[in-house]
């Protein structure tokens, strides 16, 4: 392990912890809310128990420095949820907030939704006829 590399991230951490981790008591660490001290850093061995506060809230606030800092330690990324389609019920990768339905589907549910549409229309305009005429 690079120890510049490895004292720079360090230093930043505890920076980036000190300004912005509401759980932040002192350089050593943080207390965690179910009471277990986690230390963000031992001073001799690099890295000690990683605070999931820290990791969670505070570090995706700085993009650069979580890459560098996931990379050193070799903590994984965390991976995206994923959404479930409505009408099959597979897992999706949602593309925008809107998104319900897998790319499968999709098609099938926007034919029957305007087969319904079509079938409503012709009935209101079958009616108007009738009732004027």
């Keep these: 392990m690079n120890q510049r590399k490895l004292d720079s991230v360090k230093s930043k951490a505890k ?10 008591t002192g350089n050593e660490g943080c207390y965690v809310t ?3 001290r986690c230390i963000l850093f031992y001073e001799s061995e690099g890295i000690g128990n990683v605070c999931p506060y820290f990791i969670k809230a505070v570090l995706p606030g700085d993009h650069k420095l979580e890459s560098e800092y996931r990379d050193l330690f070799n903590i994984p990324t965390e991976k995206k949820s994923t959404d479930l389609c409505e009408e099959c019920s597979r897992p999706i990768e949602r593309t925008s907030n809107r998104q319900k339905y897998c790319g499968e589907c999709r098609g ?3 034919k029957t939704k305007e087969k319904k549409r079509q079938q409503e229309r012709r009935y ?9 005429g």
Excluded: D, I, S
């Design 124 to 132: 209101v305009n079958t009616h108007k006829r009738t009732h004027l």
């Design 15 to 24: 920076r980036l912890a000190k300004a912005e981790c509401a759980n932040f």
């Design 34 to 36: 179910c009471g277990n």
């Design 108 to 110: 099938e549910v926007r």
